[in-house]
């Protein structure tokens, strides 16, 4: 009985250890994980970012030179789950220097929807739209999109 009662006051002390235990869990498939002092980039942001430049880079008709006001943000579905949205707008490259800047959306469904134009702006712009309080997001999105040339 002695000795099954100093195992028992044993396995207390062990388990009642201050020493934390290392982390060795992996990132998530598309989550970077930050060095101490830096916030890690949400796995949602990481896929939606590089669904956006691959989509533009697939899709040339109006490949974009610059990119402004890019944000995350997301609705509740009405089952209640979030659906994350990237909205920003484009500079198209255009020769002729008339361009003018586009509205885009890229919506993480079970891929991804790209919308440009006024459909974009509307469902940008729409009010139950919860945006995130990430900073702008164009270099980011302008990396992704420079990394597929």
Same mark, same amino acid.
């Given at each position: 009985m002695r000795y099954a009662a100093a195992l028992f006051a044993t396995l207390v002390f062990a388990a009642c250890s201050t020493t934390p235990a290392p982390r060795t869990q992996p990132a998530a498939p598309g989550q970077v994980l930050a060095s101490e002092g830096q916030k890690a980039i949400d796995p949602s942001v990481q896929f939606l970012l590089g669904a956006a430049?691959?989509?533009?880079?697939a899709h040339r008709s109006q490949?974009?030179?610059r990119f402004r006001d890019?944000?995350?943000?997301?609705?509740?579905?009405?089952?209640?789950?979030?659906?994350?949205?990237?909205c920003?707008?484009? @500079?198209?490259?255009?020769?002729?220097?008339?361009?003018?800047?586009?509205?885009?959306?890229t919506?993480?469904?079970?891929g991804y929807e790209q919308w440009l134009g006024v459909q974009a702006a509307?469902?940008? &712009?729409?009010?139950?739209?919860?945006?995130?309080?990430?900073?702008?997001?164009?270099?980011s @999105? &302008?990396?992704? @999109?420079?990394?597929?040339?």
């Open positions: 430049a691959a989509d533009f880079h490949y974009p030179a890019v944000r995350i943000g997301h609705v509740m579905t009405p089952g209640g789950a979030k659906q994350y949205m990237l920003g707008e484009f @500079l198209p490259a255009q020769e002729d220097g008339t361009a003018e800047w586009v509205p885009f959306a919506v993480k469904t079970s509307n469902f940008c &712009q729409h009010a139950p739209v919860v945006w995130d309080d990430e900073a702008d997001l164009s270099s @999105l &302008q990396s992704r @999109l420079d990394s597929t040339r």
